[in-house]
């Protein structure tokens, strides 16, 4: 807690998360779709400067541009990979999880991480 709930406090916002996982299907796969939660999780959603947002090529081939950064506190449970990412709904459009990081700042005390991730709408 500590430092990142005090900058998370500052504009929270209530989300939850949804994950989608690759099922095996006939030779290919599907994507099957679950909430992480059964409750909203508190994360601090910004928009991202147009002169600073970074590009992502999905595994499906889309190249896609990151337009929304998301903070959140240390353990939360997101997740990109090959086999699954995350989604979620923030002011009626759905968002992907493009890159899931710890966020590190020489201000942060030794013992308090942040989780910090790059969103895109999809």
Known sequence: MGYTADVIS????????????KVPNAGGYDWSVADVTSFPITVRLYFIST?????YTL??????????????EYGT??????????????????????????YDDI??????????????AV
């Not at 595994?59 to 959140?72: D, I």
């Open 10 to 21: 500052y504009d929270p916002t209530d989300i939850i998360i949804q994950r989608h996982t």
């Open 51 to 55: 002169r600073h947002q970074r590009e």
């Open 59 to 72: 595994p499906e081939g889309e190249v896609k541009q990151a337009t929304l950064g998301m903070l959140c």
């Open 77 to 102: 449970d997101v997740q990109v990979s090959h086999d699954a990412f995350d989604t979620f709904v923030f002011e009626g459009r759905t968002y992907r999880i493009y890159r899931v990081g710890e």
């Open 107 to 120: 201000n942060l005390p030794m013992d308090n991480y942040a989780v910090e991730c790059d969103c895109g």
